[in-house]
T-cell receptor, first 115, second 111 residues
Framework: GAGVSQSPSNKVTEKGKDVELRCDPISGHTALYWYRQSLGQGLEFLIYFQGNSAPDKSGLPSDRFSAERTGGSVSTLTIQRTQQEDSAVYLC?????????????FGPGTRLTVT | GDSVTQMEGPVTLSEEACLTINCTYTATGYPSLFWYVQYPGEGLQLLLKATKADDKGSNKGFEATYRKETTSFHLEKGSVQVSDSAVYFCALSSPAQKLVFGQGTRLTINP
């Protein structure tokens, strides 16, 4: 079946602009996660959704970052007033349910470059 | 907080050599442990997992055993192939559901 999809695959933006990154989880997966992969910081957790609610936003690096999920499916990560340090690969993952034993399936990522 | 420490890379081996990539963790409670792999140009894929102490995860010839007494989850393979060249990430699943990753180990296998 279809895996996790993300769009766009690449995004180049100018410093100060806003960007939206989209994630389509695997159908039927109730939990959705955003991570960031960068050279300096490795793989970092950003935010987690169970259904449409976000019990854990602890990884969002600043108030310029926000995310929402609608209909228990698609999620959008928005970065306002982008900075060069936001350049990274943003990964989305989904799992069938919450719980530490459930596998998270990752999408291919969106590579964001802020110039 | 929870953390994962991985053996630093890069690691370069010849084909058919034995592989061990060390991973230790610090966590409250009883996390699940994972190894993820990222092949060149591809996304993260789950390689294997273990959900409780003394469990052994295995896949594609790779194995790792959840050792609670040493808080370790070392990745091993008896005979590596060129196709195993990739970046390997050790991770734990915290009670807060998120994955906490190690820094990754780049493995290169030469023919």
């Amino acid at each position: 079946g279809a895996g996790v999809s993300q769009s766009p695959s690449n995004k180049v933006t100018e410093k100060g602009k806003d960007v939206e990154l989209r994630c389509d989880p695997i159908s039927g997966h109730t939990a959705l996660y955003w991570y960031r992969q960068s050279l300096g910081q490795g793989l970092e957790f950003l935010i987690y959704f169970q259904g449409n609610s976000a019990p854990d936003k602890s990884g969002l690096p600043s108030d310029r970052f926000s995310a929402e999920r609608t209909g228990g499916s698609v999620s959008t990560l928005t970065i306002q007033r982008t900075q060069q340090e936001d350049s990274a690969v943003y990964l989305c993952a989904s799992s069938y349910a919450q719980g530490k034993g459930y596998e998270q399936y990752f999408g291919p990522g969106t590579r964001l470059t802020v110039t | 907080g929870d953390s994962v420490t991985q053996m630093e890379g890069p690691v370069t081996l010849s084909e058919e050599a034995c592989l061990t990539i060390n991973c230790t963790y610090t966590a409250t409670g009883y996390p699940s442990l994972f190894w993820y792999v990222q092949y060149p140009g591809e996304g993260l894929q789950l390689l294997l997992k273990a959900t409780k102490a003394d469990d052994k995860g295995s896949n594609k010839g790779f194995e790792a055993t959840y050792r609670k007494e040493t808080t370790s989850f070392h990745l091993e393979k008896g005979s590596v192939q060129v196709s195993d060249s990739a970046v390997y990430f050790c991770a734990l699943s915290s009670p807060a559901q998120k994955l906490v990753f190690g820094q990754g180990t780049r493995l290169t296998i030469n023919p």
